[in-house]
Every structure is written in structure tokens, then in C-alpha cells.
């Protein structure tokens, strides 16, 4: 073997990532010295055709060919060759060096890598090889193997500078930045490069936790290269990571001026700018995304948010929507969809994005409130309660939900069900105000207004020692619990905060007449109707209780007037029918006057509570089972004698 030739070319290899080894045997050659490989590979053909043996002189004809074909790119068949040169002398360890480069060109590489550890172990003197094995592991992201054989070349030949970059980027795969760091230092002593070496360092140093000091070594690279782009980014995190908005959002600037259409850095600014406060920004970078076509969930659902948040509900919606099209909206990004589309004119929508996530998640008990809420805003109370009510089998710790059950229930007329409800939460969470107030509520509508008034105190207290405002609206709600417990003076102080807070408020002044009457204020009490209807003159309740007042003062006609016109603006207004039904008797209509009492009492249950009623003050005999019969009609005729303080009439006698 001619060895001063194969350490010539293992050197060459080094520094090319591969290239020939030197042949076993004199090659063929030109006359200026140059190696001729066809010339080369003939020769070698035609010596392996003569020589019988040995093996050993046989396999390096193998071997030397097989270094020709690589020069010529023929690499299968300089493979077969030094495949035969290693059946013929398994212990030739430049047969393996050779393979190994060999199926390096070929594509090979973890058999490469495995041909150039055996020639290695077959031969140290082959241990520059460890670098081109090295190169080839790092390849291969055979990352423990890679920094072994690093380590070892390093070993063989520490003026190897580019090998601690090389193994640096390894340690730092290993998840050892120190190691890295220490590499990267001595590249950049050994004279690397200055903008990789400052590089790795600074990705050593973020891996480190250091993000400032890996901002300084990228500001470095910086230096010598502004528009590097993978040192941008670099400086985009540690800035991030060092919590400098300011610098992260300048790089990310930087970086975008140099690729504008850049995904990954256009939502990194977006973030930015929310962090920022800069919602306008973040959004311009979003649509950027979306026009890229760059429009995945997040960009879809973080426009969305965006959007809600500026008030566009229908920009949001639609964000919203397209994720649900496509069939990668959350859960949740349906109930923000069923939300938003609640909050505008199609309740429907909103109903079926409900009903279809709620098939999809039954047990998903946000929806049902939802739902249930919605249902209960449209009127549709059993449908509303069932909802809640799953919701709250779920979790029967909701407080929410119980509240809004509470609610439903207060409004579709089942208050001892919405008062059960409300004392629920209210011993549970004695905080929540507004069970305290449903509570409250629900006492008044149960005919229990003493103990209304008592909770209203409680709430009133509980809103002011917190240091909140109490809203008018609390004073309102306790000066109705108040009249009806026949505190008319603490009502009248509680319509008279009121109205000094709000004086538009018209059923303030409606009720504060109501106040009066109750201490006999009559003159006092038809101006704080004057002033109700100043504000709204097409009240039905403030005309139909002016009727009255005018009535009892004795001004039939300008009661009729007020009575008239309440009953055209409400015709189903039972109190506006009744109390003309009574002026008419005055004025002598007894005709017009039941008419009334028959409409104002169409409602049987209606009909039925006033004969109860009749029967057990003695004045009716008749079926208690809302007909009107002759005597429904004869114990009219009673009721309305004895209201206005008249003969009656013969037929009701």
C-alpha cells in the first residue's frame, strides 16, 4: 500500500465531506501525474483477471478499483467491488473507508457511517475519519453518536476549528447548552466565523435561560449581518423571553420588512401588538394572515376575539362560522358563535348552532345555559326551564344557572319554584345579589311583602358596605314591597329617591302615586300621574290609575276620558276595564259597565279567583268554575254597588 497517498486524500476528505481514498495499488495515471480513473479502473480490471491469489492481493485490486468508481460517480458499483474486497480480506480496513465513501455518494449514509467506524477500529490510523463520520451521524440526527465522534476527531486534531461548531449544534440537540456554549467559544477563538459563531452562542445562551445575554451575542451577529433573518428571529424570542416588548416587537418589524409574507413572524406580531395594546395593529397582521391564506383556527378564532372586542359582532360571527364550516371550531368557539349570533337580530341561528353542539355534547352544560337563557328571552319557558334544569342535574352546584331558573320561573308565574331556587343559591352564597334580589322578588309575587321588605334592607345594606352604588332600581323594587306591607310613607321615601336619580323614570312616579293614595293624598297623588304622562302620555297604567284618582275626586268625565283611552292603548287590561266598568256605573251605564267586567274577567281563572272571592264574602251562590251566569252577573251587579257606593240595581238584589 502506498500510504503517503491515502493520508492525502483522507485529508482531502475532511474538508469536503467525502471525496476519493487512495488506491491500494499504483493506480494508472497520465504523464503529468494525474490519476486517469477509466484508465485506472481497465487496469485494475484487467490485473483482478490475472491474479489468482491471494485473497489479500486480490482483494486490494478490489478495493483500489472500487476507489476509481467513486471518482467516476459509478458508486454500486464501487460498492460490489469493495463488497468483494471485504469478502476476500475482512480485516482491510481502507476496503471499508473505501465502501463508506462509497455509499456516502450513494445515499447511504448510516451505512457509511457504520464502514467508516469499522475502518476506524480496524485501523487508528484511519481516526481522521471520525470527522466525516461525525458530519455524516449529524446527518443521520444520530445526535449522541455524532458528538462521540466529534469528540473523538477533535481528539485526533484539536486545530479542527469547524468541528466545535459542528459538535456545539450537536450538544445543543443533546439538550447541553453549556457544552454548547464552551464549543462555540473556542470556534470563535480558533478564528470560525464570527456571525455562526456569535450565533450559536446566542442560541446556547436562550437554551441557557439567559435571553439577555443571548439578545447581546445576537446584537453581535447583527453587526456584521442586519438582515440576517434567522438572527431576527432569534432576537424576536429572547426579546419575548426577556420581556422586551419594545426590542421583540423592533426585530419582529425588521424581520417582516425583509419577508413581509413571512406566517410565522406575522403571528408573532400579532401577539405583540395585543400585548402592546395595539389592537388595530395585531388586527392589520391577522387579515394579512388570512389573505395569505394562512387561515388556520387560531388566526380565525384570535380575529374573531379581536373583533368582538371592537364591537364588530358580525365580523366576529363570520371568523366564527368559517371555523364552524370547516369543521375545526372548539366547543367553545361554537357557544362564542351561538353567543354573538344571540346578541344580534337571529335568535334562531344562535338556536341551531346550540341544538347541534349540544347533540354533539350533551353533557357540555354551558350550552344548555345558553340555550336555555335564549329560549327564555324568546318566551319559550318550558322548553327554557328543561335546559336549565339538565344543567343543572350536571352540576347542581351552578349557582348561575339556578339564578336563571329562578328567574324563568318568577316570570312564568311559578314563584314558590323561582323563590326555592333563589334561597338555594342565597344560602349557598349569601354574596350573590342578584339571588338576593330574585328572592326578594319572589316574597313580593307570593303575597309576602313584609319579609320582601326585609330582604331588600339586607340587599340595600350588603350593596352600600361593599362600597358599590345602589341603583335606583333597589329603592324602586323595596317602595313597591313597602306599599304593599302598608308602609306607604317608606315608599313614598324610596319613589322619592327614586326620582331624584332618575326623574324620567315613569313608573316611579306611577307607583309614588300609588303611595299617596295609600295615605290618602288624592290631589298629590293625580299630579304625580300628571307628571308620569308628561313624560309618556300613552301609558295605560298611568291613565287607567288617573281614571280612578279622577273618579274617587268625583270628576267623572275627565275620569271616562283617561279610562277610555286606557283601555283603546291596553284592551286586555283588566285593572283599566274594571275601574271603567265602576265610573260608568256613576254615570249610569250599567250596560257598559258589565261589558267591562265581562272583558276584564274573559280570563277563566280570572273569573274563577273573583268568584271564590265573592263566595267567601257571602255575596254569590252561583258555580265558582269561571262561567258567567246570572248569577255571576247578579254578584257584578253587588260588586259594583258596593265599589261606588250605589243603590243596586233590582236585578242584583
Given amino acids: 500500500m502506498r500510504w503517503a497517498v491515502v493520508a492525502a486524500v483522507l485529508a482531502a476528505v475532511l474538508a469536503t465531506l467525502g471525496g476519493p481514498f487512495a488506491a491500494a495499488t499504483e493506480p494508472a495515471g497520465t504523464e503529468d501525474g494525474a490519476v486517469d480513473p477509466a484508465a485506472a479502473i481497465a487496469a485494475y480490471t484487467r490485473a483482478i483477471s490475472r491474479t489468482p491469489g491471494p485473497p489479500e492481493r486480490l482483494a486490494a ?13 459509478a458508486y454500486e458499483a464501487a460498492l460490489a467491488d469493495c463488497d468483494r474486497a471485504i469478502e476476500l480480506d475482512p480485516a482491510l480496513a481502507v476496503a471499508y473507508a473505501s465502501r463508506g465513501e462509497a455509499a456516502l455518494g450513494a445515499g447511504r449514509l448510516l451505512q457509511a457511517s457504520e464502514d467508516f467506524a469499522a475502518a476506524i477500529a480496524l485501523d487508528r490510523d484511519l481516526a481522521p475519519l471520525q470527522a466525516v463520520r461525525g458530519r455524516v451521524l449529524v446527518r443521520l440526527e444520530r445526535w ?28 445543543l440537540e443533546l439538550d447541553d447548552p453549556a457544552a454548547a456554549l464552551i464549543d462555540f467559544g473556542s470556534y470563535l477563538r480558533g478564528g470560525g466565523d464570527a456571525v455562526a459563531g456569535h450565533l450559536g452562542r446566542a442560541r446556547a445562551q436562550r437554551a441557557l435561560g ?40 423592533a426585530a419582529v418589524e425588521h424581520a417582516l420588512a425583509l419577508a413581509p409574507d413571512n406566517p410565522a413572524l406575522l403571528r408573532r406580531a400579532a401577539g405583540f401588538y395585543l400585548e402592546d395594546g395595539r389592537p388595530a395593529d395585531a388586527l392589520a397582521m391577522l387579515d394579512r394572515l388570512v389573505a395569505l391564506g394562512a387561515d388556520d383556527a387560531d388566526v380565525l378564532r384570535a380575529r374573531a376575539g379581536l373583533a368582538a ?29 351561538a353567543l354573538l349570533l344571540a346578541r344580534g337580530p337571529d335568535a334562531e341561528a344562535a338556536l341551531a348552532v346550540l341544538s347541534g353542539l349540544i347533540a354533539d355534547r350533551p353533557d357540555l352544560a354551558d350550552a344548555l345555559v345558553l340555550r336555555g337563557t335564549l329560549l327564555r328571552t324568546l318566551g319559550r319557558g318550558a322548553a327554557a326551564e328543561a335546559d336549565l334544569s339538565t344543567a343543572l342535574a350536571l352540576d347542581p352546584t351552578a349557582a348561575e344557572v339556578q ?47 313584609g319579609e320582601a321588605v326585609a330582604a331588600y334592607d339586607t340587599l340595600i345594606a350588603a350593596t352600600a358596605a361593599a362600597g358599590d352604588p345602589v341603583p335606583p332600581a333597589l329603592y324602586h323594587d323595596r317602595g313597591v314591597a313597602r306599599r304593599l306591607a302598608a308602609d306607604f310613607a317608606g315608599a313614598l ?15 316611579a312616579h306611577i307607583n309614588r302615586a300609588r303611595a299617596l293614595l295609600g295615605l ?21 297604567e298611568a291613565l287607567a290609575l288617573r281614571g280612578m284618582v279622577r273618579r274617587i275626586a268625583g270628576r267623572l268625565d275627565a275620569s271616562l276620558a283617561d279610562l277610555d283611552r286606557a283601555v283603546d292603548l291596553d284592551p286586555a287590561s283588566a285593572f283599566a276595564r274594571e275601574q271603567r266598568a265602576l265610573a260608568r256605573t256613576l254615570n249610569g251605564d250599567m250596560e257598559g259597565a ?17 268568584q271564590e272571592d265573592w263566595l267567601a264574602a257571602g255575596t254569590f251562590a252561583g258555580p265558582a268554575d269561571g262561567r258567567w251566569t246570572p248569577d255571576t252577573e247578579a254578584a257584578a251587579r253587588r260588586w259594583l254597588a258596593a265599589a261606588t257606593g250605589t243603590a243596586p240595581t233590582e236585578d242584583a238584589q
Wanted: charged content about 25%; glycine content about 6%.
Fill in 61 to 73: 485490486l478490489f478495493q483500489s478499483r472500487c476507489q476509481m468508481q467513486v471518482l467516476t460517480g
Fill in 144 to 171: 449522541e453518536e455524532a458528538a462521540a465522534a466529534l469528540t473523538d476527531a477533535l481528539a485526533h486534531n484539536p486545530a479542527a476549528v469547524d468541528l466545535y461548531a459542528l459538535r456545539g449544534s450537536v450538544w
Fill in 210 to 249: 439567559n435571553p439577555g445575554s443571548a439578545m447581546a451575542e445576537v446584537e453581535q451577529v447583527l453587526a456584521a449581518a442586519p438582515d440576517r433573518l434567522d438572527a431576527l428571529v432569534l432576537l424576536i424570542d429572547a426579546a419575548a423571553e426577556a420581556g422586551r416588548l419594545s426590542a421583540a416587537i
Fill in 309 to 337: 372586542a371592537n364591537g364588530d359582532l358580525d365580523a366576529a360571527a363570520a371568523d366564527l362560522q368559517r371555523l364552524a364550516d370547516s369543521g375545526t371550531a372548539t366547543s367553545d368557539d361554537r357557544l362564542q358563535l
Fill in 403 to 449: 339564578v336563571q331558573r329562578g328567574l324563568l320561573r318568577l316570570e312564568s308565574g311559578d314563584a314558590a319554584g323561582a323563590l326555592a331556587d333563589f334561597e338555594t343559591v342565597v344560602a349557598a352564597a349569601p354574596e350573590r345579589r342578584d339571588a338576593q334580589r330574585g328572592w326578594a322578588a319572589a316574597l313580593v309575587t307570593l303575597g309576602r311583602p
Fill in 493 to 507: 321615601a324610596d319613589f322619592d329617591r327614586v326620582i331624584a336619580a332618575e326623574p324620567e323614570r315613569v313608573p
Fill in 520 to 540: 290618602g293624598e288624592i290631589a298629590a297623588a293625580e299630579a304625580a300621574l300628571d307628571t308620569a304622562l308628561d313624560l309618556d302620555g300613552a301609558d295605560a
Fill in 594 to 610: 258589565l261589558a267591562d267586567l265581562r272583558a276584564a274577567w274573559a280570563d277563566v281563572e280570572a273569573l274563577t279567583r273573583r
